[in-house]
């Protein structure tokens, strides 16, 4: 059997992350979440994990959030600002140390198999 595997990603910097969940922070799939926005985003990919931090110095709070949370917050923001999306795709977050990952897997194996184009005879 034959597969075509397609992957696209889309990396979020920090500070791409924090508008995207600052905007998220509106809709239902925040519930879990500080009202306000954070003022920074930890990255933590050793331990497949980011923090939102609230404050600064001693006054500052840490809140894990989950990947799926994260995930969703980051699809809801993409479709929002017309970035396209694959629905029929395996979406999997990636934590990095300086950024965030949305990546979609297509497997093309259900694809027929392709026609020879045909050419006209003069």
């Not at 029929?88 to 392709?114: C, N």
């Amino acid at each position: 059997m034959w597969h075509i595997l397609e992957r696209r990603e889309l990396r979020f910097s920090p500070a791409a992350l924090l508008v995207a969940i600052s905007w998220s922070l509106e809709t239902a799939t925040a519930k879990e979440l500080l009202p306000a926005a954070p003022d920074a985003i930890g990255l933590l990919p050793e331990e497949g994990r980011l923090n939102l931090l609230y404050g600064r110095g001693a006054k500052e709070r840490s809140i894990p959030l989950r990947q799926e949370l994260l995930g969703s917050m980051l699809i809801a923001y993409c479709i929002r600002a017309h970035i396209p999306l694959r629905r029929a795709a395996r979406k999997e977050v990636q934590i990095r140390a300086h950024y965030v990952s949305l990546v979609f897997h297509v497997d093309h194996a259900r694809t027929g198999a392709a026609t020879k184009p045909t050419t006209a005879c003069a």
